[in-house]
């Protein structure tokens, strides 16, 4: 069912990067959420009336609010959409985690609502009507929500939006609620056990949980959320394949949408080459990275001594040194000397993790320190602690 929509609402589908595409994608997923939502809406308050079922009404208005989400991530995928204009030249790929954080809040607020309310029910229990063709349709309806979770999943996956697998997870939680209102039913009719308000209280649980998860997964690249470590690594080796370069250091990704990244590194070249040379080596990755990673990179040349006798001793020092402390979190970069009278400046960049207090850098730089004096009493450290921008 997924590919046969797929294939009749999304033209060119398999350009999963394409802005145009992208758009398709989200509003084939906003659609069909809004259709099978308000469906169940509407089934399930009926039900609710007829049955007198807290339980099933909140499991009905819970389908409301995901119809008015997907009608909110409908528009948002068609605002996000938008080319890039001179007010925004980065495009309105954000717009997508802002609709995103406004369907979570959505969420939270009919949890909230719900909570309440089965709360007010298990103080003041009413009478219940069983009829087995409610938990028919109830069971129909934990059907299409596990469709509507493996349709979100599986267009999320493929053009990696994080609001579609959010939305898959809501729907996840939604089967879990419903299953819960059929639970309740069931027990009231085989031994006369009124929990619905109980049920009611689990179901408002579930709708809160998916809310703050929804919120918690589209806050974070708005707030601006660390590179993963998968694709920190996939763009330095990018950039280290190039015949030329030495190594790479400080990259930075700022996120404009989810297809839509820009990014700056260090590339360490040899102090040999000409600027012609560094200028044509940095600009050919950096077009290629648009071409194949669909990234605009933005380097930074870092000359690199090889040649000096010296600098390669001191260097092999340090590496020693940093090795010994069996941290994989730490490593250093653009190592020069600078010679005096009375004696050698090894300056460098230390790179340490963000959790690391400074009473703990400070006997890190104080190790690093003594140890390298001890292995060269010329050597004094001058060390300039960074943090990497990676996960």
């Known amino acids: 069912m997924t590919d046969f929509l797929v294939r009749h609402f999304v033209k060119n589908s398999e350009d999963t990067d394409n802005r145009i595409v992208r758009t398709a994608y989200g509003q084939l997923s906003g659609g069909v959420g809004i259709a ?3 469906i169940l809406f509407a089934v399930k308050l009926l039900i609710g009336f007829i049955s007198n079922s807290v339980s099933v009404m909140a499991d009905a208005f819970n389908n409301l609010s995901d119809a008015a989400s ?142 703050y998860e929804i919120a918690k997964d589209t806050l974070q690249p708005i707030i601006g959320e660390a590179i993963d470590p998968e694709m920190y690594e996939r763009i330095s080796e990018f950039v280290r394949k190039y015949e030329g370069v030495v190594g790479s250091h400080d990259l930075i990704v700022n996120n404009y949408g989810p297809s839509n990244s820009i990014a700056s590194i260090h590339v360490e070249l040899p102090n040999t080459m000409t600027l012609d040379e560094a200028h044509c080596l940095l600009d050919k990755i950096e077009n290629d990275a648009k071409r194949e990673l669909g990234i605009l990179l933005v380097t930074h040349a870092d000359p690199v001594d090889l040649n000096d006798k010296s600098t390669n001793e001191v260097r092999a020092i340090v590496d020693e040194v940093v090795r010994a402390e069996k941290d994989p979190g730490i490593s250093f970069h653009d190592l020069r000397l600078v010679h005096g009278s009375e004696g050698i400046n090894a300056v460098f960049d230390l790179v340490t993790p963000w959790n690391y207090e400074e009473d703990r850098i400070r006997h890190i730089i104080g190790r690093i320190k003594k140890s390298v004096k001890e292995k060269d009493s010329r050597l004094n450290c001058i060390i300039t602690i960074e943090h990497s921008y990676g996960a």
């Open 70 to 211: 997907s009608i909110i991530s409908f528009v948002g995928a068609r605002m996000a959409g938008k080319p890039a204009d001179e007010e925004h030249p980065f495009g309105h790929g954000r717009i997508e985690y802002i609709s995103a954080f406004i369907v979570a809040f959505l969420v939270l607020l009919v949890g909230v609502s719900l909570f309440k309310s089965s709360v007010a029910k298990i103080f003041t229990p009413e009478d219940m009507t069983f009829s087995y063709i409610s938990v028919i349709i109830l069971l129909i309806s934990v059907l299409g929500k596990l469709w509507l979770s493996a349709f979100n999943t599986k267009l999320g996956k493929r053009i990696n939006s994080q609001v579609m697998l959010a939305t898959a997870a809501d729907a996840r939680g939604d089967v879990l609620a419903t299953s819960a209102t059929i639970l309740s039913l069931l027990l009231y009719s085989l031994f006369s056990i009124n929990c619905d308000g109980f049920i009611g209280v689990i179901v408002s649980v579930f709708v809160l949980k998916a809310g």
């Open 36 to 38: 099978l939502n308000i």
